[in-house]
C-alpha cells in the first residue's frame, strides 16, 4: 500500500494543538508510517515555534498538495495574512481558523487529496462565534461525509463507543429508544469487524441508571428499552451481553473480556476511559465513509505556549488512523473479492 497521506487541521490557535503537531513531526521515523499534510498558516506555524523555541524543526510549506514532500512533515499555506495569537485565551479569531483549517481538510477529504483525517483540539464555542450551527467536530463531519458518525473512544484498555453524544444530561434518558440502542449495537459490531479486525467482536453494553437499574426500582430503561435491543442483537448474530452497572463494570478483568463497550451518555463513558487512558487516549468518529482520529484531551488553555504538552495523545491519534485505513482497505479487499476471502480461510 502507498503512503497513506494524514491531513491535519491545526485546531485553536491560542491551545496547544500546533504544540502536539510540531512534537508529534519532531520524530522523523513517523514519516516511515505517512506523509502528515498540516493544514494552516506558514506565518501561524512559525509564530508558534518561536515562542516555543522548538528550534531544529521546520515545515515543508507548500501552496498545492501535489508539490508534497513524502518525507517531510508538510504544511498547507490555507492563508497568508498574520493572524493575532494570544495564548490561553479563548477568541472569536481563533475559532474563524480553527473552522477555515477544518473546512479545508474536509474538502481535501473529499477529492482523495489526503486518505485519513486527524484533527487538533478546538473550541467549541470559538467557533460558534461565526458558526452558529457548529455542535463540533463529530456532529459536522457527519454533515459532511455519508453514515452515521459513532463516537468511539480507544486505547490498549478500551473501546468505547456511545448512544448519544454531546448533548445535556437532562435530555439524555428521553434520547434514548430500542430502536436508537440497537443502531448502536449494530455500527459498533461492524466497526469493531471492518476497521480493527476482530472477526466475531463481544460488546458490552452499559445500563442507564444506577445498578442497571436495580430490577426496575431504579428506573425502568434498562427492561424497556436496553434489554430488549441486547436481544434483538443477538437475533441478528451479534455477541451484545448487558446491561451492565457503570459502577462495577470498568475493571481489568471486564475490559479484557470484551472487544468493544457502549456507553448510553458522553460522561459515562469518557469518565472511566480518561481516567485510564488520558494521556495516550484516541477519539475515532466511526461509521462514516472516512476515518477521523482526533487526541482525548482538548485545548488546555492552561499550558498553551509553555511549551509542556504531552502530544503523545495526538501522536496514537496519527498511527490510529493510519492502522484503521489499512484495516477498512483490507476489510474491502476480502469482502469484495469471493476467491480472496477463500484463500485466507
Known sequence: MAKIKVGISIGDLNGIGMEVIIKTFLDNRVMELCTPIIFGGAKTSSYHRQALEIKDFSFNIINKIKDINIKRAN???CWNE??????????????????KSLEKVTDALKNKEVNVLVT????????????????????YLGQQFDGDP?????SDAM????????????????????KKILSKIEQLSKTLIQDFGISKPKIAVIGLNPHAGEDGMLGTEEKEIILPAIKKAKQKDILAFGPYS???????????????????????GLTPFKTLSFSEGVNYTAGLSIVRTSPVHGTAYDIAGKNCADEKSFRNAVY?????YRKREEYKALTSNPLLKLSTK
Open 120 to 139: 487538533a483540539p478546538i473550541s467549541k464555542a470559538n467557533i460558534q462565534k461565526n458558526q452558529s450551527a457548529f455542535i463540533g467536530h463529530t456532529e
Open 159 to 178: 473501546r468505547i463507543a456511545f448512544v448519544t453524544g454531546h448533548i445535556p444530561l437532562s435530555e439524555v434518558a428521553n434520547s434514548l429508544s430500542e
Open 246 to 268: 457503570a459502577d462495577s463494570f470498568f475493571t481489568k478483568e471486564n475490559l479484557q473480556n470484551f472487544d468493544g463497550v457502549l456507553a448510553m451518555y458522553h460522561d459515562q
Open 75 to 77: 504544511l498547507l499555506n
Open 150 to 154: 459513532l463516537m468511539i473512544m480507544l
Open 82 to 99: 498574520e493572524v493575532e495569537i494570544k495564548f490561553g485565551e479563548p477568541s472569536e479569531t481563533a475559532g474563524k481558523y480553527a473552522f
Open 320 to 324: 490510529m488512523a493510519c492502522e484503521i
